[in-house]
């Protein structure tokens, strides 16, 4: 049993929206926050958006305020990541990780996340 695993990923045009998903299985969300992290080709990879399932707060990088936004379904033991008015440099695979614990207004550092998802593929061209 996967711990995480992401969905949603494929092709879509300058400007367009996609909705990932990241379904958590053998654990309940509640206890933990969900991050999610990208990785373009020859770059590292970087912090995107959190949420705290247990309250609902959120984090987002520079890079995704204003365009991206997270969230959870608890039912459904998943966390979304809408992203609209994408463009070429959001190119990458997008990964989705949990945290035993809260974040606040900035992501800990990768190696403190537990699990990982196998990622998801967007790519954003015309």
């Known amino acids: 049993q996967v711990p995480l695993v992401e969905s949603g990923g494929g092709l879509v045009q300058p400007g367009g929206s996609l909705r990932l998903s990241c379904a958590a299985s053998g654990f309940t969300l509640d206890y933990y926050a969900i991050a999610w992290f990208r990785q373009a080709p020859g770059k590292e990879r970087e912090g995107v958006a959190s949420i705290n399932s247990g309250d609902g707060s959120t984090y987002y990088a520079d890079l995704a305020k204003g365009r991206f936004t997270i969230s959870t379904d608890k039912s459904k033991n998943t966390v979304y990541l809408q992203m609209n008015g994408l463009n070429p440099e959001d190119t990458a695979v997008y990964y989705c990780?949990?945290?035993?614990?809260?974040?606040?207004?900035?992501?800990?550092?990768?190696?403190?996340?537990?699990?990982w998802g196998q990622g998801t593929q967007v790519t954003v061209s015309s």
């Open positions: 990780a949990s945290y035993a614990g809260y974040i606040g207004t900035y992501l800990p550092p990768q190696s403190n996340f537990g699990h």
